[in-house]
């Protein structure tokens, strides 16, 4: 796979049924109203869930939709948070989220960096008391289409080993950067700081297969081409020591800095007794921020096309722009309508039956994608 | 070799003569004196320079003073340009370098940044008409020493092949990060974007061993363990397509908005006959920007010895910091003397001994240290 690994194949290889992008966001949106969720921030995080979809980063779509409804039940989110926005320095601000749904907490901070942005060049506003954001790419994205390059990045519970260690210390931390261009498409990038996305390592475990080498370590700290063995112990950081200490920065910015847990403090999704306290930091800066935004457009449209007309490896059919097989999964995905993993689609109609709303019909099997 | 590897092995396995730090610096100094660099920025090369010896980034540092003369004297950077500063944004500003020597630049920007943070929370600060700024470590650490977080990226002429192509494109683009902590030491990452050092290659190539795999390309884009056909070839940005990401946003970062130059028009810096045009960007932010300063250092202090105490893997003795054999070098080296190459001795003896000066003698033989 090239470009973003944030994101799992499909646990099976079998036919997965496609559902209607706005169908669904209906859905979801319906679903998180029921639970108390204002219209508005309901729409947020619905957009956010299938906006993750529509990339083909499943593990960041609709299936997080179940685990933010049952935070919500359990009270370990809260429905109606009371968000407060300081701003101590002119170009800083920091985003208080009081224990709101992530998306909610994240889009209003990616907003005040913009705001901040347009007056100082750059805006760079922290979250704490915060949740699950879902995936980065969409925070960058609402900054790149207001002109702005954005970036995203987000702590999250400890999953992965730290170079040279053995136990879950560092989160599979994301960072998203977007950048716009001129005639081009932006560029949108959002990867997680593993080396492999987990939802692989389970696909792998599903279908008895083994996993390749470097992506974990068994409960020993020995590493295993064994899935099972790679579930019960700890993934592994992207890019050896470097990608560990991006990781590791990652969390130090996003929950150290801000106020936020991190390190191995913070509390996993699962653990419905806890709040989290996840923290974020979102960075915007005007596109014209040191040429005029016409020619830094020109500018990018080059050097995408250099890259893109760059010679292949061998064996390789070309080379792509990072992000460029979101981008592609998201216009075949509006088309032909966004596929969704059989047991997830149960647990969807499963939240819904319980408080009387119908799940959207398939739009029929599709074959599995090639990726 | 956990940590950073933007260093250098020693070429050879056999001793290197060490040297007294402070001999060095003003021996290197007065060479760029002598090339009519004024004092104060001759201070600032020199200090650059051995800073990368110290920390044991040997590709970075006296090393790069030959080079730097020989394009002061070809003309093709300038001893004393006119750098101008703009400043279009409340927390932004642009330095132009004028084509002056790339650490005076980008100090000077690096400066500025935390100008604009002292008074806004963060600032922003992009080069260009740069030149090669030596290791991002020197400005990184600027910041922590003053109180801040800092950030420095630098493109630099195509030397890496992107992720899926075969020719050279991106180069092993720099990212230095630097964080202020509490007791302890402040954090100090500095990495360059490729799997490994273009001098381990070479290194391997004179000994006739064979490069570990995933490090390098041939010149038809094949896989290569021949050290010699990857230095004909392509070295690899770390962690795959993720890492080659990291280095393409380098570069439009630092080149495409900054008005630099950017992927395949940056000219070697072996080149004599045109400028670089090299692009930096260099960030600080007050420490003390969402939580007072006290709290965040012991909020670093605790995260810094989680990590250290964080169990290892099989095999591995303990879980090392970003940067920690970096500045382990470093105090060793400080008191040892900086082991230089006895080629590069040749070399540096040569630059002086054609101007009267007189290299510093060795402090003795030393043996070759343990990484």
Redo the contacts between chains.
Sequence with gaps: ?????NREQSTSGSLEPRFDPQALLHYARAVLERANVPPEDANTVAQCLIMADLRGVDSHGLIRLIVYIRRLHAQVVKATPAIQVNR?????A?VDGDNGLGPVVGLRAMETAMELAA????G?V?A?RSNHFGVGAFYVDKAVRAGF?GCAISNAPPNM???????R?LGTNPFA?G?PAGDSAP?I?D?SSS?AARGKIIAAALKKQPIPPGWA?DP????TTDANQALLGAVLP????????IS??I??LS?????AS???HLNTLENLKAEQNVGHVLVA??RD???PAKN?GD??D??LQ??LA?????G?E???L??ELEMAAEVRNRKMGIPLNPEVVEDLVGLGSEIGLTFPPRLGDAPPVER
Tied chains: 1, 2.
């Design positions: 796979v090239i470009g973003d690994s101590p320095f002119p170009s800083v920091l007056a100082n060049g750059i760079l922290g704490c390059l080993a730290p170079f040279g260690g053995r136990e210390f950067i950048i560029l990038f990867a080396v370590l020993e700290g020995v590493p992207f890019g050896g020591a470097k990608g560990s200490a590791f920065i969390d130090i929950g150290t800095l801000t106020g991190y390190g191995r800066i005007r921020v040191f040429l830094f500018r990018m080059e050097i250099m890259l760059s010679p292949p490896a061998a390789v070309r080379v792509f990072p992000g």
